[in-house]
């Protein structure tokens, strides 16, 4: 069945660092979605992508759909407290079903 | 506009005990999901469904029951608590059937003994 595995599990940064959480699927995904989780939240849609090879921007958020459209990365420039939090990973494969990836956990030291 | 509603908040159960986890949104979206989440583990689909009397399972469906009588609401029933089944609780809707945002509700803790 379809998977999407996610690494690292999770990452300490001093703040002003960068941050990168990669997401692979072992098959083609039709689209891939992030999400990000605030200790004891739910998670919230940061941004879906489409089209392969596809780079979007949210001011330090940097997301990357690959080629093959089978990976997927988000990096975030200069670390701030504010971005503590799990990200995940979502994709689907031309169905309905939306799965997700472990997550990584950041953890950012002021 | 409340968005996805979730009830209770938290549960403790004993083993064998049964409950229904309720979940309502006022979106008018036509996806509705169940997930769960154990530490390590992300969240793990259980049911979904895309419209009023269609439902399907999704990666863990074993011991969970699911039905979308309306739009607006998709319970998710255990019938027999086991230990296995302590986990916080997700539901996810979306407004169209096969793409787009999934808006998540605040999450039910259940603890099972």
């Known amino acids: 069945g379809q998977q999407v595995m996610q690494i690292p599990q999770y990452q300490h940064v001093q703040e002003g660092e960068d941050f990168t959480t990669y997401c692979n699927s072992s098959?083609?995904?039709?689209?891939i979605q992030w999400y990000k989780q605030r200790p004891g939240g739910h998670p919230v849609f940061l941004i879906q992508?489409?089209?392969?090879?596809e780079v979007k921007k949210q001011k330090r958020l940097t997301f990357q759909f690959g080629e093959a459209k089978k990976n997927s990365s988000l990096h975030i420039t200069a670390t701030q407290t504010t971005d503590v939090g799990t990200y995940f990973c979502?994709?689907?494969?031309?169905?309905?079903?939306?799965?997700f990836g472990a997550g990584t956990r950041l953890f950012v030291k002021a | 506009n409340a968005g996805v509603t979730q009830t209770p908040k938290f549960q403790v159960l004993k083993t064998g005990q049964s409950m229904t986890l309720q979940c309502a949104q006022d979106?008018?979206?036509?996806?509705m999901s169940w997930y769960r989440q154990d530490p390590g583990m992300g969240l793990r689909l259980i049911h979904y469904?895309?419209?009023?009397?269609?439902?399907d399972q999704g990666e863990v469906p074993n011991g969970y029951n699911v039905s979308r009588s309306t739009t607006e609401d998709f319970p998710l029933r255990l019938l027999s608590a086991a230990p296995s089944q302590t986990s916080v609780y997700f539901c996810?809707?979306?407004?169209?059937?096969?793409?787009?945002?999934?808006?998540f509700g605040e999450g039910s803790r259940l603890t099972v003994l």
């Open positions: 979502a994709g689907q494969t031309g169905g309905f079903k939306t799965i």
């Open positions: 098959t083609t995904l039709s689209n």
């Open positions: 992508l489409v089209k392969s090879g």
């Open positions: 979106m008018n979206h036509e996806y």
């Open positions: 469904s895309v419209g009023a009397g269609i439902t």
């Open positions: 996810a809707s979306r407004r169209v059937r096969n793409t787009g945002e999934l808006f």
